[in-house]
């Protein structure tokens, strides 16, 4: 299985973000895409999950081409989108968030999702808008585990958040990866994004400039070439 992005062109309007891009995330594999603000990377994810058209190019998932399916299409084939912030609904309480994530598509949804985030067991009445942030970040990322998706596009999933948070965000992320499906990671924290990938591809103004493992490329000098790259230990 994998998501592929073929020759995709794509924007806004009359700007054009994305220029004959072609990116792979393969079924059990992490594959990081990094590059400085306003490379393209989020305008990518929003592609690959249906929320915005392409003007040239295709979506692939597996054998089948996507391209031009709506989001709750691909929800269905699998597709699950982190997007950046704090993706919930704050005036309902946990547990109405996680019905909502999950339809009725999940058993226990509290039970389920405390299973990867503790805390949300014991927070399931509270009001999620008054949760801190990495509470909140955990709740939005686990409809990542309740829906057992194949592929899974997060947008820096840590950002804002206390680095006691980040590791506890990372450790998801691996358990995430280890159950076989494909993750397509944008994040901040560049070397640690390196550090869990299979793959890495490099934007820049739109372009890939960089495709391939990460250990061919420096994971310093890279963070540090962008401005709002964030080192490991931030």
Not at 14 to 29: I, N
Not at 35 to 41: F, L, S, V
Not at 184 to 197: G, H, K, P, S
Request: charged fraction near 20%.
């Amino acid at each position: 299985m994998s998501l592929e992005l073929r020759g995709v062109t794509a924007g806004y309007g009359d700007t054009v973000v994305l220029r004959d891009v072609h990116v792979v995330a393969p079924a059990g594999r992490v594959t990081a895409l990094v590059g400085p603000n306003g490379a393209g990377k989020t305008t990518l994810l929003r592609v690959a999950s249906g929320l915005l058209g392409v003007r040239q190019g295709h979506v692939w998932l597996d054998d089948d081409e996507v391209t031009g399916s709506s989001p709750y299409a691909l929800v269905a084939r699998g597709v699950c989108h982190v997007p950046e912030g704090r993706a919930v609904f704050p005036n309902l309480t946990v547990r109405e968030n996680l019905d909502l994530f999950v339809g009725r598509a999940v058993d226990d949804p509290v039970g389920r999702a405390a299973e990867a985030f503790p805390i949300l067991g014991r927070r399931s009445t509270q009001l999620a808008g008054t949760m801190s942030g990495g509470e909140q970040q955990m709740l939005a990322l686990a409809r990542a585990y309740l829906l057992e998706p194949h592929y899974v596009l997060l947008d820096e999933v840590s950002m804002g958040l206390a680095p006691i948070i980040v590791d506890e965000v990372f450790a998801f992320l691996e358990r995430l990866a280890a159950t076989g499906c494909a993750l397509l990671l944008v994040e901040q924290y560049v070397e640690r994004a390196l550090a869990m990938a299979d793959f890495v591809y490099v934007l820049n103004r739109g372009r890939v400039g960089f495709a391939g493992e990460p250990r061919e490329i420096d994971a310093a000098e890279l963070a540090a070439e962008y401005l709002g790259a964030q080192p490991a230990h931030a």
